[in-house]
């Protein structure tokens, strides 16, 4: 990172407005940025066009505003970027790391049951590579979706500067993951890759919750010789059911009329001290308390690099 402009962002999917968790990864995010001169950036991640909700993504961006969380840069949509994203699955197809699959998720079942194989993982079977070319590929069936060919050397490891060394062999632990849904959306782990480095993303900050899809990222960061961000996963809010704070566990919307309460909330979660006076002083005194609190990151990712 060193002599590198520090580069992050945050990135919300438009299914609702803000709730107490995801400020807390805004706050972490932009903190991290500010604490090194850096850039901060909001990407609006509406790939997903069905679960985006009419308005949120303003009403997203108003919360942050309201919180003194401004884009340093003009904030870009997902949904305006597809070009971007076919242009990375066709660098993937020429260099025969993509192909097309025609496996419905009771297909993969069957040919998992018979093989005598129940490789589930977060309840979703593991590919077991059907449709890989050298398997002979579709075979007549209608093409449904894109899959990257996981290289089977893809032993990833990283270290996560909130939580450790980590480790995932992605090619044993999910398979071919999805590039193009069958549905034609662009699948999340193409679209942030491509996103980042078009971005020039030198750190990601977001919650917990999305680490396991790490290695995935980085396997296809190499597959499109795009260079790896740092990572950094902040602690989740939980809901009362000790799940991810989300609308379907009762996570309210940020009163707008209270910022400073919700800022202060999402910043004793990150286990910053408390502040005082106007949004601005606030933020000033987490950006001290962040940088006390990574120095000892900075100089074990010195020592990494
Ligand atoms: N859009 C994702 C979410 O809202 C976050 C993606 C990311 O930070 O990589 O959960």
Redesign the pocket.
């Known amino acids: 990172m060193q002599g590198k402009l520090y580069r992050g962002r945050f990135?919300?999917?438009p299914t609702g407005p803000l709730h107490a968790g995801s400020l807390v990864t805004a706050l972490a995010s932009w903190l991290d940025a500010r604490v090194q001169d850096g850039v901060w950036l909001v990407r609006l991640?509406d790939v997903d066009g069905p679960r985006c909700v009419p308005g949120a993504s303003e009403q997203i961006l108003h919360q942050l505003a309201s919180c003194g969380l401004v884009s340093d840069e003009p904030v870009v949509q997902q949904s305006q970027r597809t070009a971007l994203y076919q242009k990375a699955l066709n660098r993937l197809i020429q260099r025969q790391l993509a192909f097309l699959c025609g496996c419905s998720r009771k297909d993969i079942e069957g040919a998992l049951a018979a093989r005598g194989e129940h490789t589930e993982r977060h309840h979703n079977a593991i590919y077991p590579g059907t449709c890989r070319p050298e398997r002979g590929g579709l075979k007549g069936k209608p093409a449904r979706a894109w899959r990257l060919a996981v290289p089977e050397a893809s032993n990833i490891t990283w270290t996560d500067l909130q939580m450790g060394p980590q480790q995932q062999n992605v090619a044993q632990a999910v398979g071919d993951f999805v590039l193009k849904r069958a549905d034609g959306l662009w699948a999340?782990q193409l679209a942030?890759v491509v996103d980042d480095a078009e971005q020039g993303i030198t750190r990601?900050v977001?919650?917990q919750d999305?680490m396991d899809?790490t290695p995935r990222q980085i396997v296809l960061q190499t597959a499109l010789e795009m260079p790896r961000p740092s990572y950094r996963h902040v602690p989740l809010v939980l809901g009362e059911d000790g799940e991810k704070l989300s609308k379907q566990n009762g996570a309210q919307a940020l009163d707008l009329s209270h910022p400073t309460e919700a800022l202060s909330l999402a910043a004793k979660h990150l286990g910053l001290p408390p502040a005082l006076g106007s949004i601005a002083e606030r933020l000033q005194t987490w950006v001290n308390a962040w940088s006390c609190a990574t120095i000892a990151t900075l100089n074990a990712e010195r020592d990494l690099s």
């Open positions: 990135a919300p999917s991640e999340y942030v990601v977001r919650g999305l899809n």
